[in-house]
């Protein structure tokens, strides 16, 4: 592993980084979106949600892919390698954010949402003020570990060409004819990412803490 | 709105609700005025907590009207329609509500849960919220502990917590639904002095309740229900010495 190996393995990092950065910001709250759809029972919008989230979770992320990479063109729709990526990427991630900030709108005590009420507030206030701050709180490790991964299975993107930080460390050992360097380089990078999302983690669960009456 | 009705704090007619098949409340006449206390008894599934929350329409009646100062809550009478949630809400600020499990917000310290509503609700500026809401904690007796979280409290002090949150927004009457009945013995006695000192000041409340000393002391009506029926309503030296019921009576007899 020379300097030249690591910037490439850097550039990698930062693809990884970047893309799944996108996918999951939008994730996270499209995520939300969806279940605050499904809570308020639309008929048929809401079979259809149903449908996209057994598909999504059902579809393995490389041949979601692949297959949104191909078959866009046939729709008149021309994506690049970046966009079909985040594309796949997010709508993946948000069918499994949705799940689970549904099970916390499910858990919600009824008791603050009255407490709430009597005293003036309307829904999107009460929604707003008393109800997300503690669904953030409550859903951020299960998002945290969704979001690790979507990190960790980010590799399949090379499938459509895409060098991230996994496809990088082919492209080294080609010229080095040493795989295992930087493999073990790479994951230390992953470990890196991965932590950080951690730390997040380990401070909501201090903050969660309160929320126990 | 007629002068009659804008002197009373709450005034209940003919109010009826069901849950199935099940009737909670029948025909339920009660008209409380401003500073009233108001005391709600009778065991329970009598119908006591409903009847108080179909003031505020957290439970909705099946029939009757309910005005409060003077307004009626759940139809918007010019419109000759149901008041949609802004209205109802607008309305509901001007009752406050104490609960049996203190529903604090668990998110906030003690004065922001507060000060949130007069700022969320009313658009007060913050350090106007701010200045009420110490002022109430001081009442309560919670300044001390006005940054702390809930969790961190006794029962008594989250009721008395939840008490000033309920006053934060200067109601026309406040809500008492069991307020002391999740307590244990020792912490009744300090919820229940914070509400005699919200009577003498002149607060409208309607408190259902089983502390018949604390009834007996500082209402100034005592309500009696039974299978949803009103089946006694008397001033509280009538009602606890010499009630026309016999079920009253034999009430009165088990609970002392």
């Not at chain 1, 932590?195 to 969660?208: D, F, G, I, N, P």
């Not at chain 2, 006695?189 to 500082?218: D, P």
């Amino acid at each position: 592993m020379n300097g030249q190996a690591w910037l490439l393995l850097l550039e990698g990092a930062w693809t990884t980084l970047w893309l799944c950065g996108i996918a999951i910001s939008i994730g996270v709250v499209l995520g939300l979106g969806v279940a605050l759809v499904r809570m308020a029972k639309i008929p048929f919008v809401d079979q259809i949600l149903v449908l996209y989230i057994s598909l999504a979770r059902a579809t393995p992320l490389v041949t979601f892919v692949l297959f949104l990479f191909l078959s866009a063109p046939m729709f008149g729709i021309n994506m690049n390698r970046n966009t079909a990526a985040i594309v796949a990427m997010t709508l993946n991630t948000a069918a499994f954010n949705a799940e689970i900030w549904r099970a916390a709108f499910l858990s919600f005590s009824r008791d603050q949402r009255e407490a709430a009420l009597a005293c003036g507030m309307t829904g999107g206030v009460f929604f707003r003020r008393i109800m997300l701050p503690q669904m953030i709180t409550s859903s951020l490790p299960g998002l945290v570990n969704e979001m690790s991964f979507l990190i960790k299975g980010s590799p399949a993107i090379a499938v459509i060409g895409i060098v991230d930080l996994t496809r990088v460390t082919n492209r080294i050992s080609a010229v080095t004819y040493e795989p295992l360097p930087p493999i073990l380089c790479a994951a230390l990078l992953y470990m890196l990412i991965i932590s950080v999302l951690l730390k997040l983690q380990a401070m909501a669960e201090k903050k969660a803490n309160r929320l126990a009456m | 709105m007629s002068d009659s009705n804008a002197a009373l704090a709450v005034s209940i007619k003919r109010m009826s609700k069901s849950f199935g098949d099940i009737e909670v409340l029948r025909d339920i006449d009660l008209e409380v005025k401003k500073g009233e206390v108001v005391s709600v008894l009778g065991s329970s599934g009598s119908g006591k907590s409903t009847m108080l929350r179909c003031i505020n329409w957290l439970e909705v009646p099946d029939r009757g009207s309910i005005h409060i100062a003077g307004e009626r809550i759940g139809v918007n009478e010019a419109a000759g329609r149901k008041m949609n949630n802004k209205e109802l809400a607008t309305l509901r600020a001007k009752t406050g509500m104490v609960f049996q499990g203190f529903n604090l917000w668990p998110h906030l310290t003690v004065i922001q849960n507060v000060m949130e509503a007069p700022i969320y609700v009313k658009g007060m500026a913050k350090d106007q919220a701010r200045a009420i809401a110490e002022q109430l904690l001081e009442k309560v007796g919670m300044s001390e502990r006005k940054d702390a979280y809930p969790f961190t409290l006794s029962g008594g002090q989250k009721q008395r917590v939840a008490i000033a949150r309920a006053l934060a927004m200067s109601p026309e009457v406040i809500l008492f639904d069991e307020p002391t009945s999740a307590l244990d013995p020792e912490r009744v006695g300090e919820v229940l002095q914070v509400m005699k000192n919200l009577s003498s000041e002149g607060y409208t409340m309607i408190v259902v309740t089983h502390e018949m000393e604390f009834a007996r002391a500082v209402s100034d009506q005592v309500v009696f229900l039974e299978k949803g029926l009103i089946i006694e309503k008397s001033a509280p030296d009538k009602f606890f010495s010499n009630p026309e019921t016999e079920r009253v009576r034999k009430f009165l007899e088990l609970s002392n």
